[in-house]
Nanobody, 126 residues
């Protein structure tokens, strides 16, 4: 059974940092692109960042570019999201996801992701 488990969320003051982790189990995803999405209350889920299957290509939403860094450790079947200079508008539930097809470069479109975690809450106070 495939499972993605996010961790590292919490409450932080504006300007602070958090590091999210996404641990996969049940199968290896070293050949699949992975991504992070977030959803704030009353808003639609939005793309945050994605990373290609081998980690050589990354993509970011304009709102987080320069502040967030996505990475992965295929040997550990784990993906990370380093979040710096956090803002109150970053407050949301953050979800990790794995693309359906292998060999991907990291899509910004949620429908291209097959497996999803349960989410971890990030709250940034002003």
């Amino acid at each position: 059974q495939v499972q993605l488990v996010e961790s590292g969320g919490g409450l932080v003051q504006a300007g602070g940092s958090l590091r999210l982790s996404c641990a996969a189990s049940g199968r290896t995803f070293s050949s699949h692109a992975m991504g992070w999405f977030r959803q704030a209350p009353g808003k639609e889920r939005e793309f945050v960042a994605a990373i290609s299957w081998e980690g050589g290509r990354t993509a970011y939403a304009d709102s987080v570019k320069g502040r967030f860094t996505i990475s992965r450790a295929n040997a550990k079947n784990t993906m990370y999201l380093q979040m710096d200079s956090l803002k109150p508008e970053d407050t949301a539930t953050y979800y990790c996801a794995v693309e359906l097809l292998p060999g991907g470069l990291g899509s910004t479109r949620a429908y291209e992701y097959r497996y999803w975690g349960q989410g971890t809450q990030v709250t940034v106070s002003s």
